[in-house]
């Protein structure tokens, strides 16, 4: 099936500092998705990208979908433990089926 | 709204048995969506259903079943449980297929089989 590569696999962090992922795919998507999922939880969705060069910010969060149309990235400004969860990207292209990346395991010390 | 309930959280299943999966949404949502999460790996549609009374497979069908008598309820069954089928289920739903509408997840259903 089709794959989406999302790096870093995991990150261990200071409180505080700044965090950048980013998500890159074979083939190109019409939407990238950015989800949060926090331990025993589902994931849930924390911003929808729907052009290409498009930059979309949501508190602390800021994602970009890339010009190519087959990369996206997340960036997370001045950490804070409740930030702590794995990130997973997800593209969509049309009425597909989502596909989702690997996705980032994010730890923060205090 | 409860939104995506799923039952029950946990279950250890011996290899060879079967179960059923439940997955409920208040949401009047159209689309249904069943995912395994397996570690380190992103989640992977198993099958989906577009209304009441339509299921159509998704990657990885393969020794599930699934039902969608109302719009409501979406149950996954396990007929023959195998250790490759521990893993955890997530059900999904939103109102159509396009990008503008949410998928909104469940809980989660963790699931092992020994």
């Known amino acids: 099936g089709q794959q989406l590569n999302q790096s870093p696999q995991s990150m261990f962090i200071q409180e505080g500092e700044d965090v950048s992922m980013n998500c890159t795919s074979s083939s190109i998507f019409n939407t990238w998705l950015w989800y949060k999922q926090d331990p025993g939880e589902g994931p849930v969705l924390l911003i929808a990208?729907?052009?290409?060069?498009e930059l979309t910010s949501n508190g602390r969060l800021t994602a970009q979908f890339g010009i190519t149309r087959k990369d996206s990235f997340l960036n997370i400004s001045a950490s804070i433990p409740s930030d702590v969860g794995i990130y997973f990207c997800?593209?969509?292209?049309?009425?597909?089926?989502?596909?989702f990346g690997q996705g980032t395991r994010l730890t923060i010390n205090p | 709204n409860a939104g995506v309930t799923q039952t029950p959280k946990f279950r250890i299943l011996k290899i060879g048995q079967s179960m059923t999966l439940q997955c409920a949404q208040d949401m009047n949502h159209n689309y249904m969506y069943w995912y395994r999460q397996d570690p380190g790996m992103g989640l992977k549609l198993i099958y989906y259903s577009v209304g009441a009374g339509i299921t159509d497979k998704g990657e990885v069908p393969n020794g599930y079943n699934v039902s969608r008598s109302t719009t409501e309820d979406f149950p996954l069954r396990l007929e023959l449980a195998a250790p490759s089928q521990t893993s955890v289920y997530f059900c999904a739903s939103s109102y159509s297929a396009s990008s503008y509408n949410e998928q909104f997840f469940g809980p989660g259903t963790r699931l092992t089989v020994l």
């Open positions: 990208l729907y052009k290409a060069g």
């Open positions: 997800a593209g969509q292209r049309g009425a597909q089926k989502l596909v």
